[in-house]
């Protein structure tokens, strides 16, 4: 067996030496380029704007200067718009073969050779592990990522004795520091590891260094527990979902693709994307399906304006249409607007100029979370494939690392293209320096990753498990099941170890019926023992109209809501109790109104149910935080309690033509009526709208196949569902 591996080793390695291909592209494709920027259409018209640019860049002094700053200050900018300028003069050379564009990045690369041998440690040291350019490896290894395609297009232009200054000068000691001296960051199953692995990998194909690929793919031993190959297996599931989340896929991807492209273009043999049934083309177009009219689900450590226009999705889009053809991509590529100076750009760029692109299938989906899937899952119930209609996430995932927030089976919900029920995302202005210099600020952990920040149980005002990333990465919700019609889309899940002694199972609900009622039905089961305070949050966007509830203004001074856990930076603005059977709360959303109901429980000797407003800004004496609101449905119970809970979609405001229409709930009633059922294996949810309009929502208590059938009766007739959920209609 040993021998075998030596053989392929050295078969691989021979092969790695004949190659004659440039890192991104095939002499055809070169080809391609050069011809496509003589002639009309867009990717000329793109060649034309950047080289417009680096024109530009060609009369002015070059600028390498001393690392000094954090993230978004001056020379960390600075070195970050050399990477693009070095990137892009690189694919000008290529496509014009003008020494001028080869000459400008071989002297930026001598002014960085000359100075980086000399760097200590960059003096504005992140958490994480330091660089020497950047205040952080990680972006020193995105400068090589950048930066070596620069160098890749225009290194035959050069002398051998230019190309040994810069490469002994700045990509072999980079390469050794973002490696052997970063074992921490290089072996990391993270997407810092990521980027230094593509990094260390992309300059080993441009350098002729085969070695480096082969770390870079199996790690620094080269035995598989770390590099490339380990993260492809670890930090997506089958269905292309990452661990970390949306706005981090995004982020990690541009390594994953950008690396993979180079490794199909100079070692197609090893199909890489054919690895783990494409699981990285699956990764391209899941990252594009984490997303709401153009942004990104805001879930975890997300920054919400980051959307499908992303650089990184850009070469995500142009990768997976070259690889599969798929035209649904070319409309995401049209909505991108943006045109790439590469073989797969140019190809994209024909397509949409020839009007070859379709509508994108935006459907509901259950992406699985952990490397089998089985982790947990996030998943999207959508009204139909447009993306400015209704859309539940309901976010049933595992803790997703480091930047994973204690949440849940936590949901947001979307309408007419605006997020109405919000999650937080991060607390942090990205490369804002006058903000705790763009990094997290200490709110990201003190309040938006702590439970209460979401939509989803807090008990004894705890985050789940007690707030530690360690303990969370431990345990995951189970998707119990997920069951799709025309007017139902459902999913259940449950949730244990969140809390000692505590487990929580929730259902939710999109209906859109045929007479026009939109509406989402929460029921949320908590099994626990002893007395318990429960709170269900319900952070809205939008300006909150009235409730039933006869609530007390803390209108002359105000107080947080609690010590610790994320409370203290809630104003309590508001409290009442609920005396009546339901607890509601209406807001207005542009020209929408929402409706939150809850229906309310009498419990003997116990304090009332109690319906809290509270908006965030207590103890936030820098304004870090974002003044968003929140409803809170807050009981004292002991042992096993439901919330049950509807989000109505209702009426019309119209304030240009001075109309409004169904301002109110048109809800009457809301109960679970599982008792008048004559099987006791099935959960009853009576919803009524008119006298003569009832939704009953049928659930079956134990998830089964979806050709199970089920039989009940209810107010003397009877009924039959197959599958683990119905709506039916009394």
């Not at 392929?8 to 055809?28: D, G």
């Not at 805001?298 to 850009?314: M, P, Q, R, S």
């Not at 985050?463 to 099941?481: A, E, I, R």
């Not at 003569?692 to 039989?711: G, H, K, P, Q, R």
Request: proline share 3%; glycine share 8%; with cysteine.
């Amino acid at each position: 067996m040993k021998l075998a591996n030596t053989l392929l080793s050295v078969f691989l390695l021979s092969s790695f030496a004949c190659s004659a291909q440039h890192l991104l592209e095939t002499p055809e494709q070169i080809e391609a380029m050069q011809m496509a920027a003589k002639s009309d259409g867009s990717f000329a018209d793109e060649f034309e704007a950047r080289k417009a640019k680096i024109d530009l860049a060609l009369t002015q002094k070059l600028n390498v200067p001393l690392p000094a700053d954090a993230g978004g200050g001056y020379t960390h900018e600075v070195h970050k718009r050399n990477y693009a300028t070095m990137r892009d003069a690189g694919r000008l050379y290529l496509i014009t073969n003008e020494q001028k564009y080869a000459n400008l990045v071989r002297d930026m690369l001598f002014e960085y050779a000359e100075m980086y041998p000399t760097l200590p440690l960059h003096p504005q040291q992140k958490e994480q592990s330091p660089g020497k350019l950047f205040w952080q490896s990680l972006n020193e290894a995105v400068w090589l990522v950048y930066t070596i395609q620069g160098y890749d297009a225009v290194k035959d232009a050069l002398t051998t004795e230019e190309r040994n200054t810069i490469e002994n000068g700045v990509f072999i000691p980079m390469v050794r520091y973002l490696s052997e001296e970063s074992p921490q960051t290089f072996d990391k199953i993270h997407n810092h590891g990521t980027w230094a692995v593509a990094g260390v990998g992309m300059a080993g194909y441009v350098l002729d260094k085969p070695e480096w690929v082969e770390k870079s793919l199996y790690g620094l031993d080269k035995s598989g527990k770390g590099g490339f190959m380990r993260q492809l297996d670890e930090l997506f599931s089958p269905q292309g979902y990452y661990n970390e989340g949306p706005y981090y896929q995004r982020y990690a991807l541009m390594p994953f693709v950008l690396f993979a492209k180079a490794i199909d273009v100079n070692e197609p043999e090893r199909k890489i994307f054919e690895y783990r049934d494409e699981v990285l083309l699956k990764a391209i177009t899941t990252t594009i399906e984490l997303s709401y009219n153009g942004l990104f689900f805001g879930i975890n450590d997300a920054i919400k304006d980051k959307g499908i226009d992303t650089l990184e999705l850009v070469h995500g889009v142009t990768i997976a249409y070259n690889k599969t053809a798929e035209k649904g991509l070319l409309s995401i590529a049209k909505k991108q607007n943006q045109v790439l100076l590469t073989g797969d750009g140019l190809a994209v760029a024909n397509a949409i100029d020839d009007g070859l692109e379709v509508v994108y299938p935006f459907d509901s989906k259950v992406f699985g979370d952990g490397i089998s899937g089985k982790e947990g899952a996030l998943v999207v119930l959508r009204e139909n494939q447009d993306t400015a209609h209704q859309t539940l996430v309901f976010k049933a995932t595992s803790q997703g690392l480091g930047h994973g927030h204690f949440d849940k089976l936590h949901w947001i919900f979307y309408n007419q293209g605006e997020e109405v029920v919000y999650d937080y995302g991060a607390a942090r202005f990205l490369n804002v320096e006058a903000k705790y210099g763009g990094h997290y600020l200490p709110e990201n952990n003190a309040y938006a990753k702590q439970t209460i920040a979401h939509n989803t149980l807090v008990v004894d005002e705890i985050s789940h498990f007690n707030g530690k990333t360690s303990v969370g990465n431990q345990y995951h919700p189970d998707v119990l099941f997920t069951e799709f019609d025309e007017e139902l889309q459902i999913s259940s899940a449950r949730m244990e170890n969140a809390y000692d002694n505590l487990a929580f199972t929730r259902t939710q609900a999109l209906v859109n019926s045929k007479e026009g009622f939109v509406f989402l039905i929460d029921i949320l089961d908590v099994e626990a023992e002893g007395e318990h305070q429960l709170d269900v949050p319900v952070h809205f966007n939008g300006q909150f109209i009235d409730s039933n509830v006869g609530l007390q203004g803390q209108t002359q001074s105000q107080s947080a809501l609690g010590s610790n856990n994320g409370y203290q930076y809630l104003w309590l603005q508001a409290k009442g109790e609920v005396e009546q059977d339901l607890a509601r709360v209406t807001w207005l959303k542009d020209n929408t109104f929402y409706t939150h109901t809850t229906v309310a429980k009498k419990q003997n000797n116990r304090k009332p149910q109690e319906l809290l407003m509270v908006r965030i800004g207590a103890n936030d004496p820098n304004f870090n935080l974002i003044a968003k609101q929140a409803l809170i449905n807050r009981i004292h119970s002991s042992g096993n309690h439901q919330f049950l809970s509807m989000l109505e979609v209702h009426g019309e405001y119209n304030g240009s033509r001075e109309f409004t229409i169904n301002s109110k709930s048109q809800l009457q009633s809301l109960e679970n009526i599982s008792h008048l059922s004559s099987n006791k294996t099935v959960t009853l949810v009576k919803a009524t709208f008119a006298p003569e309009l009832s939704f009953v929502l049928a659930i079956a208590s134990s998830a089964s196949d979806e050709n199970t059938e089920t039989e009940f009766s209810v107010e003397g007739k009877e009924y039959e569902m197959k599958g683990n959920a119905h709506l039916f209609r009394l």
